[in-house]
């Protein structure tokens, strides 16, 4: 099923069978899936489809109620090759109660190859700098982050992923609210990755910019894979996705009071 | 009188514990507060003269019955937020109510007077001992090499916990590790300020501190100095003005307020260099349809209008009446 590229067939992620609940409630079901090495994925869906979800079980961070996961080879339980993942996790913002540099917080993906209780080494520093410097914010590199825009933000969070210089990415929904300069901006990082062999794993809603660089596109429905091939454009993936109007179980079904009765609410 | 002040060996005893400790607790303050735990030292506070009163009850020295009692509440706190079925603030009120009651009815137990805790509700700063002076500073010095050396772990957890838990760090440990060190902090400042004020030594010099601060090193450092300038000038105020005026004005809370005052100055300070960079903040490019130059003039901009004047690449903008523009020929472009 999968379209792997030339040359790059190991498989680096490896899920079988795989299902994860939230709270006791079903969010993937059954799933299989294989990414081999030098891919770019795209995962959509609806909301509520598990995308999100599937992804922060490819990373660990849900646990899987039932199946396997291997990445690069190894069981997910003896997997320690951290500084192999780059994970960019669904956030508004990179700020947190205290003020933080855009260098500090890119310098924190680098914690996957140091050691602990050493000072930042020459390497450190120049894999933070190349960071910033892919994806643009080179100049911003001594501000604090929380005086830059939502787009500037996700995208030093995608320079932090990169400074652990990682061959597997995982991107959550990198272009939510960003607008369209700085979605271009990403999509050059993110190609400039994938050409140098990187494997992308990439949940969004709107592909924009991301379009060319696309491999192979999944589509999830209520936590199961529905399509899994060539690259779909957006139109034909929501046709695909949306084959009735009924409502996702996972949606609670609030409807206005002045919405008229029998008339379905488009999603 | 200051200076002969100076001369007695409680008084040089008090300024090293003030010292010290106005160095350590801004360390894991900054900590607290950038995972918006601000009131966390506070909860440990309450809970600390819980351990006070059970010192004073069974005769063991309340300084370590409170650090033992204090970390016990640290990482029940920890264990609550993880398990995330009572929220974060929930358990700190839970722990703030119970630890002072508690503290309260275990010194009546032990036929202690309200006197005697406190002591250690308001700090007690010149009835240091030498032995208190060693144990606190050997707890800064734990504090202070732990919260420094690991600095980018502890910055990375308490920054994203997510992030943190996918670069194979233990959130979990570093987290509790977070929490006991700021139970240990809040012991070692029940001399110097009293546990009701505990918290402030933590907090109000990370809050002055970060008004200025654009990266968290630099917020650490200027905390450190807030938290070490105002205990050490704060004990020396709360002196001078004891004996000049023949009042008795405790050190805690001078301390305290002198942390409170450095806030009040950095605030407005923080607040103008903020909105300058925002001023200053460049739009998106072509954001804004240029501005006809026709529709605008009354005078042509130039370094003497009066108006702010930002350098943008290899021209000046102007900034007046919601507009940031150049001229470019006939038109003003908006940046």
Redesign the interface.
Same mark, same amino acid.
Request: net charge positive; no cysteine; aromatic share 8%.
């Given at each position: 099923m999968s379209t792997s590229r030339p040359g790059g067939s190991d498989p680096v992620v490896e899920l079988r069978d795989g299902a994860v609940a939230i709270a006791g409630r079903p969010v993937l079901r059954h799933l299989d899936l294989t990414v081999h090495a030098g891919e770019f994925v795209t995962l959509l869906g609806p909301n509520g489809s598990g995308k999100s979800t599937l992804v922060r079980a490819l990373v660990g961070l849900r646990p899987l109620t039932q199946g396997s996961l291997r990445l690069f080879g190894t069981s997910f339980e003896s997997f320690r090759d951290w500084h192999r993942l780059g994970f960019v996790p669904q956030r508004s913002s990179a700020a947190s109660g205290v003020p933080a540099s855009v260098t500090e917080v890119v310098a924190s993906g680098r914690l996957t190859r140091r050691r602990i209780l050493r000072p930042a080494g020459r390497a450190d520093r120049a894999a933070v700098a190349s960071a910033l410097e892919l994806v643009g914010l080179a100049d911003r590199a001594g501000d604090s982050v929380a005086t830059l825009s939502g787009g500037q933000q996700q995208r030093v969070l995608i320079a932090r992923a990169l400074a652990g210089e990682p061959d597997l990415f995982f991107l959550d929904e990198p272009t939510a609210g960003v607008d369209l300069p700085n979605q271009q901006a990403l999509a050059e990082a993110l190609g400039a990755l994938s050409r140098a062999g990187s494997t992308v794993v990439l949940v969004t809603h709107e592909l924009g910019p991301l379009e060319p660089l696309v491999d192979r596109t999944i589509v999830l429905r209520d936590g199961r894979v529905v399509y899994d091939g060539a690259p779909l454009h957006l139109d034909d993936a929501h046709g695909h996705h949306h084959p009735s109007p009924r409502r996702a179980d996972h949606h609670p079904g609030v409807v206005a009071p002045l919405d008229r009765p029998g008339e379905e609410v488009a999603w | 009188m200051v200076i002969d002040l100076l001369g007695h060996p409680f008084m040089q005893r008090a300024l090293i514990a003030a010292f010290v400790t106005g160095l350590a607790a801004p360390v894991i303050g900054?900590y607290l507060?950038? =995972? #918006?735990l %601000?009131l966390l030292g506070d909860g440990l506070g309450h809970v600390a003269v819980t351990g006070v009163a059970i010192g004073l009850l069974t005769g063991f020295a309340p300084t370590w019955t409170a650090v033992v009692v204090a970390v016990l509440g640290a990482v029940a706190i920890e264990v609550i937020r993880e398990r995330g079925s009572t929220s974060g603030d929930l358990a700190l009120a839970l722990l703030f109510y119970g630890g002072l009651a508690g503290g309260v009815m275990i010194t009546g137990l032990a036929g202690q007077s309200a006197a005697r805790l406190n002591q250690y509700l308001f700090g007690s700063i010149t009835s240091i001992s030498l032995s208190d002076i060693w144990f606190t500073i050997g707890l800064a010095a734990l504090i202070l090499l732990v919260g420094v050396?690991?600095l980018?772990?502890l910055?990375?957890v %308490?920054? &994203?916990q &997510?992030? %943190? #838990?996918? *670069?194979?760090?233990d959130v979990r440990a570093y987290n509790l590790l977070v929490a006991v060190l700021a139970a240990v902090t809040v012991t070692i400042a029940m001399r110097t300020v009293g546990l009701l004020l505990v918290s402030a030594l933590m907090i109000v010099p990370?809050a002055a501190s970060?008004q200025l *601060?654009?990266?968290? #090193?630099?917020?650490v450092v200027g905390a450190v100095l807030v938290g070490a300038g105002a205990a050490v000038g704060g004990l020396l105020l709360s002196a001078y003005v004891s004996v000049r005026h023949d009042v008795s004005v405790a050190p805690g809370p001078t301390i305290v307020l002198l942390a409170l005052a450095c806030f009040v100055a950095t605030w407005p300070l923080g607040a103008w260099l =903020?909105h300058r *960079?925002?001023l200053r903040?460049p739009f998106?490019?072509g954001a804004v349809a240029p501005l006809e130059a026709t529709d605008h003039d009354n005078h042509d901009h130039g370094p003497a209008c009066g108006h702010l004047a930002v350098p943008h690449d290899d021209h000046v903008d102007y900034v007046h009446d919601g507009h940031r523009h150049a001229r470019h020929g006939e038109h003003y472009d908006e940046h």
């Open positions: - | 900054t507060v950038q =995972r #918006r %601000a050396g690991l980018p772990q910055f990375s %308490a920054q &994203d &997510d992030f %943190a #838990r996918v *670069a194979g760090l990370v970060q *601060a654009r990266s968290f #090193r630099a917020t =903020r *960079a925002r903040e998106p490019e």
